[in-house]
């Protein structure tokens, strides 16, 4: 089943599933050594976590995101909402009674632009009351299909009832199935499989592999790229692959820059319809919005400097 093309002023819908948290981030001049103290320069509090930065930026972009999660009710979760109330996210949360988000704690050298993250990931869950159910199948996938067309599902691994669920939703639709691997997770071996593309980190070791791109479309992605900071793209499709050269800068901040890529590779992965870009041409996309946010402080304050045509002057015109 082929999914609906973007049409000429019609938004694209990217469907987000994953992981939500509150972050709160302190820039330091330096980090603090053992058992020491350390006054900070800046404070941001906002929502994090893979799947939510990328549907933040994608909306940034002009798409409409919808993000699929947990977040539950309550003062953490009330924080996450408003910030992505603010950025125009919908939400889907599949959450039961007493769940709360992780917080993740993450500190900042304002030298470097290199962090330290210290979070639970998606075991907020555990806190749920003991009498609380999970979502069955049928009740995520009555939830999916609740949100009608879309053009794109992006999935980071996390929630693995849901990632999954999500995936298997997105290939009976025929839509497009974009994972951001990051690390190794369990639920790759499951997850990759469902999907059309794959973009990993460098940290991404497949156990027991000698190749991460080729093992990625040998269980059928018909895409698989790794990204390594500056570094070039690596990437392989079915009938070509290369590399794209990242634009260098001087990071102020590095922080969520690869939610904030692959966000915008998803993105670009709607781009144009039926005559999507090539792949290295997303690719450079997504690293030029990178690039941008680690210009600026924080994971909100940039945003600002996507409104107006010049994201979508740049896609039109992009080259790898």
Not at 185 to 211: H, I, N, Q, Y
Not at 229 to 258: H, I, K, N, Y
Request: proline letters at 6%.
């Amino acid at each position: 089943m082929e999914p609906e093309p973007p049409s000429a002023g019609r938004f694209p819908h990217g469907v987000f599933v994953g992981l939500s948290t509150l972050d709160i981030i302190q820039r330091v001049k330096e980090f603090p050594g053992r058992n020491a103290k350390a006054t900070a320069l800046r404070q941001d509090v906002a929502g994090g976590g893979p799947a939510l930065n990328a549907a933040v930026v994608f909306s940034a972009l002009g798409g409409r995101a919808t993000l699929v999660t947990r977040l539950g009710h309550g003062s953490i979760s009330a924080v996450v909402r408003e910030d992505l109330a603010a950025r125009g996210v919908a939400l889907v949360d599949l959450a039961d009674a007493g769940y709360q988000p992780s917080v993740s704690t993450i500190t900042v050298d304002d030298a470097t632009g290199e962090r330290q993250i210290v979070s639970t990931d998606a075991l907020g869950r555990q806190r749920q009351l003991a009498h609380a159910p999970l979502p069955g199948k049928a009740d995520v996938k009555a939830a999916l299909d609740a949100l009608g067309r879309a053009d794109v599902v992006h999935l980071d691994g996390h929630h693995r009832d849901l990632a999954l669920a999500a995936a298997r939703w997105g290939r009976e639709r025929g839509i497009p199935r974009v994972v951001d691997a990051g690390r190794w997770k369990d639920v790759m071996a499951e997850l990759v499989p469902l999907a059309t593309e794959v973009v990993c980190s460098a940290d991404f070791a497949v156990p027991d592999c000698g190749g991460t791109l080729q093992w990625i479309l040998d269980r059928g992605a018909e895409l698989a790229a790794v990204t390594d900071g500056p570094a070039p793209v690596r990437w392989l499709g079915r009938q070509c692959g290369g590399s794209v050269d990242m634009e260098q800068f001087r990071a102020v901040d590095t922080l969520a820059a690869g939610d904030f890529f692959h966000g915008a590779y998803s993105f670009a992965r709607t781009f144009g319809g039926a005559g999507r870009l090539e792949p290295a041409a997303a690719l450079k996309f997504a690293g030029h919005i990178a690039a941008l946010k680690c210009a600026w402080p924080g994971t909100r304050e940039w945003l600002g400097g996507l409104a107006g045509s010049g994201p979508l002057d740049y896609l039109r015109t992009v080259r790898p």
